[in-house]
């Protein structure tokens, strides 16, 4: 009977093995990318090729209902009271949060994935989309308490922080050379298809 228990251990013992490294396999999968960040090298017809911050070379497909957006260079004073804006943060050393930059958005834009949520820049960094309450001017910055549906936060913006906002763009911003934050999607072939880009006016690098 030990010898049964043991022909029949032995191929309980291989499918296990098998299992266990599909699964180890899955795990080490890189996640499929949300956005690709870096710099159009070429475009040609509905695909693009973008050299990302990191180095990686990445094909683009392009959508056929594709929206592009340029972003250029405003300044701290421009974040108004009422503002809708979006600042990136990093937690700060005294509880708070950090901008690492803001976007205002246009009036047309209000309310555009009002919440936080976490963010992709930088470790432990999250988005906040929300309106400005209140703007506290320090000689170094401002302290801006900004509202959305489900809570608050203050946020310290520096004068050295990065603020922009959003432009009319189209496919024609799309060329070599542009900066670009591309949101993307897999396809089934496990190409990567942009829906959306956010292209940097006059050689600025999207800074969200």
């Known amino acids: 009977m030990a ?20 699964l180890c396999a899955f795990a080490q999968k890189a996640p499929v990318p949300t956005r690709v960040r870096g710099t159009i090298e070429t475009v040609d017809g509905d695909t693009m090729q973008v050299k990302s911050r990191s180095g990686e070379e990445v094909k683009l497909h392009i959508a056929s209902d594709l929206r592009v957006a340029g972003i250029t260079k405003i300044g701290l004073g421009d974040i108004k009271v009422g503002s809708f804006i979006g600042a990136t943060t990093v937690p700060g050393p005294d509880g708070g949060q950090n901008a690492v930059e803001v976007h205002v958005f246009p009036e047309s834009m209000r309310g555009t994935g009002e919440g936080s949520r976490p963010w992709d820049l930088k470790p432990n960094s999250s988005m906040t989309n929300a ?18 549906k489900d809570g608050e936060k203050k946020v310290f913006v520096s004068a050295d922080t990065p603020v922009v906002t959003y432009v009319p763009g189209d496919k024609s ?27 940097g006016r006059d050689g600025l690098t999207p800074p969200m």
């Open 3 to 22: 010898v049964q228990r043991a022909t029949f251990t032995r191929p309980l013992i291989a499918v296990a093995m098998v299992a266990t490294s599909t």
């Open 131 to 148: 309106t400005v309450a209140e703007s506290v001017v320090g000689n170094d910055g401002h302290t801006l308490l900004v509202k959305y």
């Open 173 to 199: 911003d799309l060329k070599a050379g542009a900066k670009i934050i591309a949101f993307v999607k897999p396809l089934a072939d496990g190409s990567l298809e942009a829906n959306r880009v956010s292209v």
